[in-house]
């Protein structure tokens, strides 16, 4: 009966157009996930800055996931100077540098992960708050490294003051680390733009309600997900709600970014790595 199947030729066409669809699927995955970043922008405003000031630009990236065979330190290397060439004035980076999937060609040492983020130049430095993939494979390695360089301010429930930003940094939620209580303390006396970083989007509703903006990942817009939008998993409690972009609640921003990287396998489809450029501007009370 196979044979027989086989020898039609209307099941030859469909088995033909069939093997066409899969082909044309995996060059558009990976082409998905081996792109350069899309420059995402995004305009708001803060009372915090003075009237008449110049706005101030954050460079915001997440979920950087260095590990073969889609995201080799040379990548990222091209990418930091993507970033660099916007010029911003703070650089926001919240978590998940490496990628310990099982399906990675090749899993980097924390000295090869972090030493390409020693390159970043923006006026007021480089914010960043762990993930966690950046716990379950070896924060203190991690973290040693970035102490590294003095440019890189790591925020673990601490807060900063980075120019005009008051930077509030949580550890990671997903693994039960974040402590919104002793970081809105930590924020206590710090003046300007009040900033928030966090890995998972789904601290958003709990954050104090003066918070300007709101940086998250964890999520990756899905990574791979449906061509008419949504995926078939949000790592979100909140489903949708605030898995991918722009999300205002109660007068806060979030901005929940695709990321750079990948996590479980190494492919996007759908969605595409992201750099989000966010300019904050003066606005009356």
């Known amino acids: 009966m196979l044979r027989a199947l086989l020898r039609n030729k209307w099941v ?3 088995l033909a157009a069939g093997v066409i669809c899969a082909v044309l699927l995996c060059v558009k995955a990976w082409r998905d996930t081996m792109r350069d970043p899309v420059i995402q922008r995004l305009t708001i405003g ?9 706005p101030v630009t954050i460079a915001f990236l997440t979920d950087i996931h260095v590990a073969g065979p889609d995201m080799p330190p040379p990548r990222l290397e091209r990418i930091i100077a993507q970033v660099n060439a916007l010029e911003p004035d703070l650089i926001a980076i ?4 490496v990628s310990e999937k099982m399906t990675a060609t090749k899993i980097y040492t924390p000295e090869e992960i972090v030493a390409p983020l020693a390159d970043l130049r ?3 430095g480089v914010a960043f708050v762990p993930g966690n993939h950046d716990h379950w494979y070896d924060w203190p390695g991690l973290a040693a490294q970035l102490a590294r360089y003095p440019t890189i301010t790591v925020l673990e429930n601490e807060a900063a003051q980075m120019g005009p930003f008051a ?4 550890d990671d939620d997903f693994t039960g680390r974040a402590n919104i209580e002793a970081t809105t303390a930590a924020m206590q006396g710090l003046s300007g733009i009040r900033l928030w ?21 964890h999520t990756h817009c899905g990574q791979i997900a449906y061509p008419w939008g949504g995926s078939p998993a ?6 949708e709600e605030y898995a991918c972009g722009v999300s205002e609640l109660h007068g806060k921003t ?8 990948t996590s479980l396998l190494p492919v996007r489809l759908f969605t595409q790595p992201e750099i989000w450029v966010i300019e904050v501007r003066s606005e009356r009370r």
Request: a negative charge; proline letters at 7%; zero cysteines.
């Open 122 to 124: 923006a006026r007021y």
């Open 197 to 217: 970083l966090s890995h998972s989007p789904d601290v958003f509703p709990s954050l104090p309600t003066n918070a300007d903006l709101v940086l998250s990942g």
């Open 12 to 14: 030859k066409i469909a």
């Open 234 to 239: 949000t790592m979100s409690d909140y489903g």
């Open 94 to 97: 919240t978590g998940d540098l």
């Open 46 to 54: 803060s009372t915090a800055l003075p009237r008449g000031s110049a």
């Open 254 to 261: 979030l901005v929940t970014g695709a990321g750079l990287g």
């Open 167 to 170: 930077v509030g940094g949580l």
